[in-house]
Structure formats: C-alpha cells, structure tokens
C-alpha cells in the first residue's frame, strides 16, 4: 500500500509539473515595433524591418474607422506605445495601448464626449468564443496562446502603429 501511495505521489507531481504556465519566456531578437493593420485583420511584431512574428487578429464591434468616444466599439488607429502590463486580465493576459492621446482626447471633448481608455491587446476567454471575429469593445483580440507568447516578447514602451 505504501508503495502505491508513492507511485501515485509521483505520478500526481509529474503530472502538475507537466502544467504550462501562462507566462512564457523570450529570448529572441527584440521587439522594436508592433504593426496593427485594422482591414487585414493582422498584426506583425517586428525587430526593425523584420517580422518576427503575425497573428490574425479580432477588433471592436464596430471596426471600421477610429475610435472617436467610448462605447462606439472602435479601435484606435494611429500611433501608440504598448503602457503597461495585466497578468491578471479577464482575457487571460493583456498588454496595454497608450490610448487616448492628447489629440484623441481634444477631439472626443470637442464633440461633447469621453474618450474612452482600457484599449489592449488581449486573449479570447470562452464566454466570448461565439461572437464572431470582431467582438471587444475597441481593443485587438488573439488566441489565448498567442497573447501567452506576445506578453513574453513585447515591452512596455514598445511602439505600436494601427492602420486602417
């Protein structure tokens, strides 16, 4: 008996060792640039000129030109900076954009209207599984695999350019 409970001990490590865990490493050429193009629906990391790596990509719900307010379902277009980091999103793992600029922010008061923020680069959690390809509320959705592999590759103060 006892040497069964070893046996199963073992078993039951071995097992949780073989457990991924979601923050992954990166030891490859850095990110100089992220590269967003919305019509596409793709997204390139880049070092320098090269891509390093592309994902197919979701948006907003309402894709289709730049984000002018928050709720309209857009995302952004122009030039950011990836600002900060959430290892503990509601969409498995997130990397922020420095959404509003100060231009993005005297255009939406101008029109009477707030901004908007929390625009990221994000996983997809199952519940959102069955809404089609654009489904977020303005930011860019991947694979929960592949958010795992950008979280690890991009830095905070990275440049990200999203094009129509």
């Known amino acids: 008996m006892r040497a069964f409970r070893s046996v199963a001990l073992l078993v039951m490590l071995a097992a949780l060792a073989g457990c991924s865990s979601k923050f992954k490493t990166y030891n490859g050429p850095e990110v100089t640039r992220i590269v967003v193009n919305k019509d596409a629906r793709e997204m390139h990391l880049l070092h320098h000129d090269v891509v ?10 309402a894709p289709n030109g730049h984000k002018g307010f928050e709720g309209d379902g857009r995302t952004p277009e122009g030039d950011y900076v990836i600002d900060r980091r959430n290892p503990n999103s509601e969409f498995h793992l997130s990397i922020g954009i420095s959404y509003p600029d100060e231009e993005d ?29 654009d489904w977020t509320a303005g930011c860019i959705s ?19 350019t999203i094009r129509p």
């Open 52 to 61: 390093l790596e592309s994902y197919d990509i979701g948006l907003g719900f």
């Open 105 to 133: 922010i005297a255009r939406a008061l101008e029109a009477g209207r707030d901004p908007g923020g929390d625009i990221f680069i994000h996983g997809r959690p199952f519940k959102y599984w069955g809404n089609g390809p």
């Open 142 to 160: 991947v694979s929960n695999r592949e958010i795992e592999d950008i979280y690890a590759m991009v830095r905070n103060g990275t440049p990200i």
